[in-house]
């Protein structure tokens, strides 16, 4: 079984000098099978980016000895969220291991400028979520900063997109953003944040899981010693025995393996993928064709080019194919949507 890179986890905020110390001590208890400790680092926050403003704002400095007490009494590594040049000053003068930026600060670039003026020339690892919004290069934007303020270490976390309607998550996790993220910078590694694009505990390990899937490079997870009485983010924070629980079952999966076996095998597989991959975009290429033969018709006879009920019958064909062959109904109906509108495209 491989291992999880990174593990962060910790309470959504430091409250008390009790919660931190106590939901520390917890949380090296968790073992891995080796018997070394699973979490690598210890998250609390000690300024909270609130959306109301009676509700509870953090701690602020106060809690800096607190942190201070994890890092020497139990050896673990501290990480804080800064938003503020006065939150870095804050917590680099008192010795904690690392930052990171939370959502709505990577969404401001004024606000990542400022930070990256007073990080330059310091040698802190720094984490940065996601904007709020699911825009890649404002993600990569900030990070781009970071570079150039001469920031050695930076992990990018994936911690979902705020989104308006219903969905299952607070946040959707549009995993395609982090996925494009790894392929423009390959240098920089990914983690996921599966408690906050959650939004309640119950999904936090099939997030989890699929992070791992996806080959991100570690967690970082609420965990809180009695969340029912948590000040932030109550629903979402796990206790370190159901932490321990939900860690135990994760599949933690290699990015690749030495097996001869196993690299045949895949070898074998995605050259038939390959060619069926060709003949895709080669059926698109003939849809197309026909597509633009169909349009000069249309216009000769001045006809409109959509065409509703013929519109309304592919897509219930395509529908209806899909679940004969035990596809996804929604894919195959947003696949079809695109083929649509490229095809009304070509002929407008
Ligand atoms: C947090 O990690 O507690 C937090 C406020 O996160 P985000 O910036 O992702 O909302
Ligand atoms: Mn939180």
């Given at each position: 079984?491989?291992?999880?890179?990174?593990?962060?986890?910790?309470?959504?905020?430091?409250?008390?000098?009790?919660?931190?110390?106590?939901?520390?001590?917890?949380?090296?208890?968790?073992?891995?099978?080796?018997?070394?400790?699973?979490?690598?680092?210890?998250?609390?926050?000690?300024?909270?980016?609130?959306?109301?403003?009676?509700?509870?704002?953090?701690?602020?400095?106060?809690?800096?000895?607190?942190?201070?007490?994890?890092?020497?009494?139990?050896?673990?590594?501290?990480?804080?969220?800064?938003?503020?040049?006065?939150?870095?000053?804050?917590?680099?003068?008192?010795?904690?291991?690392?930052?990171?930026?939370?959502?709505?600060?990577?969404?401001?670039?004024?606000?990542?400028?400022?930070?990256?003026?007073?990080?330059?020339?310091?040698?802190?690892?720094?984490?940065?979520?996601?904007?709020?919004?699911p825009?890649l290069?404002?993600w990569i934007?900030?990070?781009?900063?970071?570079?150039?303020?001469?920031?050695?270490?930076?992990?990018?976390?994936?911690?979902?997109?705020?989104?308006?309607?219903?969905?299952?998550?607070?946040?959707?996790?549009k995993w395609q953003v982090p996925i494009d993220l790894m392929q423009r910078m390959?240098?920089?590694?990914?983690?996921?944040?599966?408690?906050?694009?959650?939004?309640?505990?119950?999904?936090?390990?099939?997030?989890?899981?699929?992070?791992?899937?996806?080959?991100?490079?570690?967690?970082?997870?609420?965990?809180?010693?009695?969340?029912?009485?948590?000040?932030?983010?109550?629903?979402?924070?796990?206790?370190?025995?159901?932490?321990?629980?939900?860690?135990?079952?994760?599949?933690?999966?290699?990015?690749?393996?030495?097996?001869?076996?196993?690299?045949?095998?895949?070898?074998?597989?995605?050259?038939?993928?390959?060619?069926?991959?060709?003949?895709?975009?080669?059926?698109?290429?003939?849809?197309?064709?026909?597509?633009?033969?169909?349009?000069?018709?249309?216009?000769?006879?001045?006809?409109?080019?959509?065409?509703?009920?013929?519109?309304?019958?592919?897509?219930?064909?395509?529908?209806?194919?899909?679940?004969?062959?035990?596809?996804?109904?929604?894919?195959?109906?947003?696949?079809?949507?695109?083929?649509?509108?490229?095809?009304?495209?070509?002929?407008?």
């Open positions: 079984m491989s291992e999880i890179e990174t593990l962060i986890c910790g309470p959504c905020s430091a409250e008390t000098e009790e919660q931190v110390f106590e939901t520390a001590k917890a949380l090296c208890g968790i073992l891995r099978p080796d018997g070394k400790r699973y979490v690598s680092a210890y998250r609390a926050g000690l300024w909270k980016p609130r959306t109301h403003p009676g509700s509870f704002q953090g701690v602020g400095e106060r809690g800096i000895p607190w942190l201070v007490r994890v890092q020497k009494e139990l050896g673990m590594k501290v990480i804080v969220e800064v938003a503020k040049p006065a939150h870095i000053d804050a917590v680099l003068s008192a010795g904690i291991d690392m930052i990171w930026i939370g959502t709505r600060t990577t969404t401001n670039s004024f606000a990542m400028q400022d930070l990256c003026d007073v990080l330059r020339g310091v040698d802190v690892p720094v984490f940065v979520k996601n904007p709020v919004n825009d290069e404002l934007g900030a990070i781009e900063r970071l570079q150039r303020a001469g920031i050695k270490h930076i992990t990018a976390v994936h911690r979902g997109f705020s989104y308006y309607e219903k969905s299952k998550y607070r946040n959707i996790p390959p240098q920089i590694p990914i983690i996921c944040d599966p408690s906050h694009i959650a939004g309640d505990k119950a999904y936090v390990a099939e997030i989890s899981q699929k992070a791992m899937d996806l080959g991100f490079k570690g967690l970082f997870i609420e965990s809180h010693i009695c969340p029912d009485k948590a000040l932030s983010d109550a629903k979402q924070q796990l206790t370190p025995s159901e932490l321990a629980s939900m860690l135990d079952a994760l599949e933690v999966r290699s990015e690749s393996s030495e097996s001869a076996d196993y690299l045949a095998a895949v070898d074998h597989i995605r050259a038939h993928i390959d060619v069926i991959d060709d003949n895709i975009l080669e059926l698109i290429a003939s849809r197309m064709r026909l597509v633009d033969e169909i349009g000069r018709y249309k216009k000769e006879n001045n006809i409109t080019v959509l065409q509703p009920r013929r519109w309304e019958s592919v897509l219930n064909k395509a529908i209806a194919g899909a679940g004969e062959r035990g596809l996804d109904k929604k894919f195959v109906e947003e696949l079809f949507k695109l083929i649509h509108q490229a095809s009304i495209d070509r002929q407008s």
